[in-house]
């Protein structure tokens, strides 16, 4: 997760949609108002999901529910599936019954301002660990302990020191880490709280409590480990990073050439960013061979729906997704991503030890409907219990310390959306997953409702169809399951494809289809076959720059957000933004030229400049098209495409062309460029 993560985890304006038509409710206290007034149809749903038969036998379910005790002081409740209220107790005992071995617990070092007013995010110290930890250890749940090394969120963007390490050498600082790691698991276990794993740092790709040398980060891992072993001699150690689509490879090789001693390496996985489950059993399958150490899922989700319930806008919702192919957004999706990843963890074989799920309780103090009955006095009550519990992802008291984020953006929670329990704290069936994936829960008599359409393909003249056709199709039950079902393609009606231009491919369903009656369903794919590309790499799918020159470092070929395929040409600086990206050509017949790019982005200010120019340096003459980056995944396509009123540009055999991308904006300006296209018309 780079910049645009960031922005989309933590864009918190609120919005105030319209479109809602649920009842609204409410008083102006902070304690709950809205729990007897809420749908009751998410709740009813039972969820299907089939059995995963190569868990290894020390297997590790669970979740991360840091923000539990903050939403509980906050005054919400939890109910179980038979609508009883539970206390922490009754909470944890929940988790225990649902199927979790384990829960998680962040902590920071001292989330407080200098008035001792909380962060946010839970205000996760030391004590509130012991209390929640406290209370699963006594339902029979393993602890994790997560140590951001930090004062507050640590993750890829940010591993900021924490203040009473401000003025620390990164050898002062070790010293201090070690200490503070076996003080703090001395109170643990003195509280008689069951802690098995230690994760020393969380989501350290990029660094650790202020440190970016590898080495020096290295150093730190070692220090944490050391009071680990210390004081807790049976946990294991953990190493947490962002990404199975990042250089675990070379992650790995840093740990062992610096002798970290540790157990597991662990991986966030959010399906909206972090790549396939193919590649994430691949990577992780490559990570345990060349380490020998256990692998885990460490953070994962999925919404059941795409509204909000707090007036804090959410990372995934109507503005920001639009239908997935790959899970709905449902109770069932959730039961499908969970137990998709889970699969694809245990497939990695006896080194996988376990998959948990990020923020389950993370609920809304009050659930909000912004068209609802008293709905100003709801989203205050909801605002005063964030700054007073630190039941949102920041409050106001953290600008000093995070200025950047929580300081422009303080709030509720960006994902109660994904949670496990719906607005009005009532268990969802996608709570029972856990259990469900070792026993099996499979409805019956399910009916295949709906084919996910493929995405439309296109390919140059010339290129081979095969590898850019599907060789399954998604479908959705009648229960919003969605499940995978393989095709095969007609070869005779490709064989016709032989021009530039549009076509219909069609493929057949060979899989037996849920309700069905035996007959072969035919699928529909578009496919746009495109003249020849005069650049090289234009679609970035090299995976390196190579056909570019490139200006300067701040802009690179990454698997950051691309338009399509895995690679796209992305940008980042934390100064002002300013670089060129350039191929050379020689026009080999007379013709007109034509282009086109795509481009996201955002935070490159006013009269930002992103465009391409296509100059004939043998004539002088010159066309060109710019786009103006508009946020995260809102994709602009320029050039000479229809509507855009853009010429061609007239070039004779031997003229020499150049294309050059040229990009300015201000600091901190971010985006990527995707599927550069020069061609003859
Ligand atoms: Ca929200």
């Not at 050391?226 to 740990?255: F, K, N």
Request: hydrophobic share 35%; with cysteine.
């Amino acid at each position: 997760m780079k910049k645009k993560a960031l922005s989309a985890l933590l864009t918190v304006a609120l919005v105030i949609s319209s479109a809602l038509s649920l009842v609204g409710c409410g008083n102006d206290n902070t304690t709950p108002v809205c729990t007897e007034m809420m749908s009751t149809s998410d709740r009813e749903i039972s969820v299907s999901v089939s059995r995963i038969d190569n868990l290894p036998s020390d297997f590790l379910m669970g979740a991360d529910v840091s923000s539990y005790l903050s939403i509980d002081k906050s005054g919400a409740h939890y109910y179980d599936h038979e609508g009883k209220e539970l206390d922490m107790d009754g909470f944890f005992a929940l988790l225990k019954s649902s199927g979790m071995d384990i829960v998680r617990f962040r902590v920071w070092n001292d989330p407080y301002d200098e008035k001792g007013r909380g962060y946010g995010g839970g205000n996760c110290d030391i004590q509130s660990a012991i209390d929640m930890g406290t209370s699963a250890t006594k339902a029979g749940l393993q602890v994790m302990i997560d140590f951001h090394y930090s004062d507050f969120w640590a993750d890829p963007n940010k591993q900021m020191t924490p203040k009473g390490w401000a003025a620390m050498s990164a050898s002062d600082k070790e010293s201090a880490l070690e200490s503070y790691t076996r003080e703090s698991l001395i109170k643990l276990k003195d509280a008689g709280v069951n802690v098995t794993i230690v994760s020393i740092g969380n989501e350290t790709d990029n660094g650790m409590s202020g440190v970016t040398d590898w080495t020096q980060k290295c150093a730190l891992y070692k220090a944490g480990s050391r009071a680990v072993r210390e004081v807790l001699p049976d946990a294991l150690v953990a190493i947490h990073y962002s990404s199975p689509e990042h250089d675990y490879v070379t992650y790995a090789q840093h740990l062992i050439d610096n002798k970290v001693d540790y157990d597991i390496f662990g991986t966030s996985y959010y399906p909206y960013w972090h790549g396939s489950l193919e590649n994430l059993t691949a990577a992780m399958k490559e990570i345990s061979d060349m380490t020998g150490k256990r692998v885990m899922v460490l953070e994962t989700s999925w919404a059941y729906t795409l509204e909000d319930g707090d007036g804090n806008a959410n990372t995934v919702s109507h503005e920001e997704n639009s239908d997935d192919p790959y899970y709905s957004f449902s109770v069932q999706g959730q039961a499908d991503e969970i137990s998709s990843v889970t699969q694809a963890i245990a497939d990695v074989g006896d080194p996988a030890l376990g998959c948990l799920y990020w923020e389950p309780a993370w609920i809304p103090v009050n659930y909000y409907n912004p068209a609802g009955r008293d709905a100003d006095k709801i989203l205050e009550a909801n605002k005063k219990a964030w700054e007073k519990y630190g039941s949102g992802w920041a409050s106001s008291y953290a600008s000093g310390y995070d200025p950047e984020d929580a300081g422009v953006y303080y709030g509720g929670s960006a994902v109660d959306n994904q949670a496990l329990f719906d607005f009005g704290g009532y268990a969802l069936d996608s709570l029972n997953t856990f259990r469900y994936m070792r026993e099996g829960h499979q409805a019956e008599g399910l009916v295949l409702s709906q084919i996910i359409m493929p995405k439309p393909i296109s390919l140059e003249y010339g290129e081979d169809i095969h590898p850019y056709l599907p060789m399954t199709v998604r479908g959705e039950l009648d229960n919003r399951q969605r499940i995978t079902l393989r095709v095969e393609w007609d070869e005779a009606e490709l064989a016709g494809f032989t021009d530039v231009g549009e076509y219909t491919a069609h493929c057949t369903i060979i899989d037996e289809i849920p309700g069905g009656d035996g007959t072969p369903r035919k699928v529909m794919l578009k496919v746009n076959i495109l003249p020849q590309n005069l650049l090289v790499n234009g679609d970035m799918e090299k995976g390196d720059a190579s056909g570019w020159n490139i200006s300067d470092p701040m802009a690179g070929v990454t698997t950051d957000d691309p338009y399509r395929g895995s690679y796209s040409l992305h940008f980042w600086s934390e100064g002002a933004v300013s670089f060129t990206a350039s191929q050379t050509i020689t026009a080999d017949v007379d013709g007109e030229l034509i282009f086109s790019f795509k481009a996201q982005g955002g935070d490159m200010g006013d009269g930002h400049v992103l465009k391409a120019v296509v100059k004939n340096e043998s004539t002088g003459e010159s066309v060109e098209a710019s786009v103006t980056l508009s946020g995260w995944q809102k994709w602009q396509e320029t050039g000479s495409i229809p509507d855009a009123g853009i010429n061609a540009l007239h070039v004779s055999a031997g003229d020499k062309v150049t294309f050059e991308i040229v990009v300015s904006g201000s600091a901190g300006g971010w985006g990527t460029i995707d599927d550069v296209f020069l061609a003859y018309k």
